[in-house]
């Protein structure tokens, strides 16, 4: 043994006993954030350098761009399609007024209060007046498509006001459902005119009546207005969307991330550098940042895309009104804070499961068929959060929101559409906060134990031994 | 000055996978690790490691429990080989490297240097799937090295290189010693350890069945062995009728024999001169480590199959 000695005295042993215990306990826990943040970014970094992450980024960021055009579109396109109407009268004036002057208000004012004419090529028909001698001409053109409908207003012999209505496709649609109402208002006035009453008391018959309606989910959403609670649902309904998508893409990424390290091996090594707990977190972590990446790009484009929707309506129409109408500026600064809180939350605790599954998988062919029993505990969380939508004030909602494993999702409703106080989410933001520290670290421990294993998949009895093996 | 393994004991739901093994390795030294498949090594290598614990005993590394050693200070070949595939190799080793504390400018520079050494430095920025088998375990020793550790640790470095690797590993061996650095390697292959080692032991079932500096191993089997070869007879049938010799191996090239207490060479020599026999070699060696190998493992084994098949059993893999 003493063959030979060291041809070079050792400099800095980093291991000496006069370290103090205190020390050490300070280096352990800056290398362990070191660790961590050096794995997270290598995380970072592999996942948003591959193309599928820049491909699917994309097309979402396409759909997402898209589908907030398609209101505006579908606007667009209807507003340029005008129904060619030829209207023959042989009444003179009905009610005191020229029939066409009549149907024109009514057919192409696009609000009843305040609405703006739109009788030029914005209009929605486009009338013209035609004599009843051209009545057989004006068929031909029905037939032939050159018009789309020609209408002759006549009297019977009662005196009551009929309608012929030729068209080639019958009464149907949309807008035979205005031109039918229109007409409907039309006899009606007459008839009334007939009667003896005058115009002012016609006009009074017609104005529609006063309606407000008031729901005790009303009254609890301290004063919103409809058109909030609409905005409130969409936007409850949308992050629903994205916590439930988020959680199960990029779970299954970190249950496929450990389990690759395993087969490529390269987790022998890791495990020699680094503690399994630094492993975990640092892969939690960096591919949870790679899903906020991509929900914060295709938020935000989404956000660009719809602020951009009234300047081309504007453009477009002339006008703004008309519509699906989201406002997203009003969501409130509390709801997004929630929904980072949830988010961030409820990420960490499916994610710390998620990594204890793919740790116990040697296999990546294994990853989604070990994956299963947490894949319908999220989808069933997702099921329950779009029913809840519903039935957002039912007890059974109030009671499972604070079950950890629905509170991001359904907490974050009942907030945002005004059936929970601000305390009851503060409250289930402590008992998911608490949960999801002891899931990270009893996943810690599976994490610790499965990454080591190979072959023969352990049973539960002895993942549970493992569990409190001694390690480090 | 030295790592101690102290009455060091693990087991597995089944296996005893280690027993109050004690083994001491100088600082500087190299130390082959030998035993047959499921003797234990990597479960010590793993517990040298802290990767898992002992069940009982202890390992300190200069007196210092290695859990609480920097892990700076290891540098680890397992058995299996593994990298990131699609991450580069610079990236790579950099980042290992930094894992095991070393700042990213000194990494930087060591790997250049080493890139340089290895011949390699036109594959830094390929991805390590894109390497060939022989460029990839260059990489893979660089990971093992590069954070500059105090102690080497590796199991199996030489199964699967061709003979340019071999000698290519061998010489960074060769310069970790002449550095300074402690050098453990478990190995199947008997030529490489006879090289190397200054240090062995052999173990089985978890228990060391003989250790010690490589003379010490070789002189502890108390055999003496000789070696005749004759040019005009290359099989010299004739030993078999000599009392006290026994003959061992006959090869193409010479014979060998065991010589019981009374004969002396000498007088196995005197005899072939006397066959009319034209000697072309007569030397007196020491049993090759193969021969003990098998001798005390086989031995122990007694004709069962050596060890239980490898990753049959989840648990045997950590044995």
């Known amino acids: 043994m003493q063959l030979l000695k060291p041809k070079k005295p050792k400099q800095d042993n980093p291991s000496n006993h006069s370290i103090n215990p205190a020390d050490l306990a300070f280096t352990a826990r800056g290398k362990t954030w070191r660790n961590i943040r050096l794995i997270l970014v290598r995380e970072y970094l592999a996942r948003v350098r591959r193309k599928i992450f820049v491909i699917s980024t994309v097309i979402l960021v396409l759909m997402v761009v898209v589908s907030s055009f398609v209101p505006t579109i579908i606007q667009w396109f209807s507003s340029n399609f005008q129904t060619k109407l030829a209207v023959i009268v042989s009444t003179g004036p009905v009610a005191g007024q020229d029939a066409i002057t009549y149907l024109n208000q009514a057919l192409n004012l696009t609000s009843t209060v305040g609405g703006t004419d739109v009788s030029g090529s914005n209009a929605a028909y486009k009338i013209t007046q035609a004599q009843p001698t051209e009545a057989n001409t004006l068929r031909k053109k029905v037939q032939d498509g050159d018009l789309d409908t020609l209408l002759t207003i006549n009297r019977n012999q009662n005196g009551d006001l009929i309608f012929d209505y030729y068209t080639k496709n019958g009464m149907e649609g949309l807008g035979s459902v205005r031109l039918s109402q229109a007409l409907t208002i039309l006899a009606l006035n007459d008839r009334l005119d007939r009667s003896g009453l005058s115009q002012n008391q016609i006009a009074q018959l017609f104005t529609p009546p006063e309606i407000k309606a008031t729901s005790v989910s009303d009254e609890k959403a301290g004063g919103k207005t409809a058109e909030e609670r609409a905005a409130s649902y969409i936007v409850a309904l949308f992050l629903v969307i994205v916590l439930f998508s988020t959680i199960y893409n990029y779970g299954v990424a970190i249950a496929q991330g450990a389990a690759e390290e395993k087969t490529n091996r390269i987790m022998e090594i890791m495990i020699s550098a680094a503690t399994p707990f630094q492993l975990m977190m640092g892969k939690i972590i960096g591919i949870g940042l790679v899903g906020f990446t991509q929900v914060s790009i295709v938020a935000s484009s989404g956000v660009a895309a719809s602020l951009l929707q009234n300047p081309i309506k504007e453009a477009l129409l002339g006008n703004k009104t008309g519509g699906v109408q989201i406002d997203i500026t009003k969501i409130s600064i509390n709801a997004l804070v929630f929904f980072l809180i949830f988010y961030i939350l409820g990420f960490m605790l499916y994610a710390a499961l998620y990594a204890a599954v793919g740790s116990l998988v040697s296999r990546q062919e294994d990853v989604q068929g070990a994956l299963t029993p947490l894949s319908f505990l999220n989808i069933g969380a997702y099921m329950v959060a779009v029913f809840s939508l519903q039935a957002i004030d039912a007890t059974w909602v109030t009671v499972l929101s604070y079950f950890p494993f629905f509170t991001p999702i359904l907490m974050f409703s009942r907030l945002v559409l005004g059936s929970a106080q601000w305390w009851e989410g503060l409250l289930s933001v402590i008992i998911l906060l608490i949960f999801t520290i002891i899931f990270t670290w009893l996943s810690s421990r599976v994490y610790r134990a499965g990454v080591l294993l190979y072959g023969r998949k352990p049973t539960t009895g002895q993942i549970f031994k493992l569990m409190w093996a001694k390690g480090k | ?319």
Not at chain 2, 125 to 151: C, M, R, W, Y
Request: aromatic content about 6%; some cysteine.
């Open chain 2, 1 to 319: 000055m030295s790592l101690l393994l102290e009455q060091v004991s693990k087991a597995f739901t089944n296996v005893q996978a280690v027993d109050h093994l004690s083994l001491e390795v100088g600082q500087g030294h190299i130390f082959g690790f030998l035993g047959p498949n499921g003797a234990g090594k990597t479960t010590t290598i793993r517990m040298i490691l802290d990767i898992i614990r002992p069940d009982a005993g202890q390992i300190t590394w200069n007196g210092v429990t290695v859990g609480e050693v920097s892990r700076r200070a290891w540098g680890y070949l397992p058995e299996e080989r593994g990298l990131y595939p699609k991450m580069a190799v610079d990236e790579q080793l950099i980042f290992l490297a930094r894992l095991y504390g070393i700042p990213k400018a000194q990494a930087v520079k060591d790997l250049n240097e080493w890139l340089e050494r290895f011949q390699i430095t036109e594959n830094r920025k390929k991805k390590v799937e894109e390497l060939s088998k022989g460029n990839q375990q260059k990489i893979q020793f660089l990971a093992t090295i590069l954070h500059d550790p105090d102690i080497l640790i590796m199991d199996e470095p030489f199964t699967g290189l061709d003979p340019v690797n071999v000698n290519l590993l061998k010489s960074a061996f060769l310069e970790m010693h002449q550095r300074g650095k402690t050098i453990i390697f478990s190995t199947h292959q008997m030529e490489q350890v006879e090289e190397l080692c200054e240090e062995i032991a052999i173990i089985d079932k978890g228990k060391i069945v003989v250790g010690g500096s490589l003379r010490q191993v070789k002189r502890s089997s108390g055999r003496k062995l000789l070696r005749l070869a004759l040019d005009n007879d290359p099989v010299i049938a004739w030993l078999d009728q000599m009392s006290g010799v026994k003959v061992t191996k006959r090869r193409q090239d010479y014979v060998e024999m065991e010589l019981s207490t009374p004969v002396l060479p000498e007088e196995v020599l005197q005899a072939a001169l006397h066959q009319g026999g034209s000697v072309t070699r007569f030397e007196v060696v020491e049993p090759s480590l193969s021969d003990i190998f098998i001798e005390r493992v086989g031995g122990i084994t007694n004709g069962q199959a050596i060890a239980a098949p490898e990753q049959a059993d989840f648990v045997q893999t950590l044995g």
